[in-house]
């Protein structure tokens, strides 16, 4: 949907780099090896980034067009998602560092282009 109270009209969601969030799991496995006790924690950068602002991450790192089309917004979908993670930071320091938006399409177009790559040549 584009119709959402948000600055541009599309939902904010909260985005974490998969390596921010395998630290964040290591982290917490030590806490509980070393004899804390098991909690729930929310994992997140405390920001948002939008659905417009995803594509265009995408279009700039990409160098090309997103073919993209708007449609009615899901039953129930908040405008804005974004975690706390200070219960996370407080208790065993988790900070993400590589989850700008911008790193984490990076990483993933990289990815992307590698896994490609590789099916072409095992072809």
């Not at 390596?19 to 948002?48: I, P, R």
């Not at 039953?75 to 590589?98: I, N, Y």
Request: with cysteine; hydrophobic share 40%; net charge negative.
């Amino acid at each position: 949907g584009d119709d959402f109270a948000t600055p541009d009209g599309t939902c904010v969601r909260d985005y974490i780099h998969v390596a921010d969030l395998a630290d964040a799991h290591v982290l917490a496995l030590q806490h509980l090896l070393a004899g804390g006790a098991s909690d729930v924690f929310n994992l997140g950068t405390e920001s948002g980034t939008s659905v417009k602002d995803i594509i265009g991450a995408v279009e700039r790192i990409g160098g090309q067009q997103v073919r993209h089309r708007h449609g009615p917004r899901r039953a129930g979908d908040p405008p804005f998602l974004v975690a706390s993670a200070a219960k996370a930071r407080d208790k065993f320091g988790c900070m993400p560092q590589r989850s700008n938006i911008d790193a984490i399409i990076e990483y993933a177009w990289r990815w992307h282009e590698h896994d490609r790559a590789v099916g072409a040549a095992s072809a």
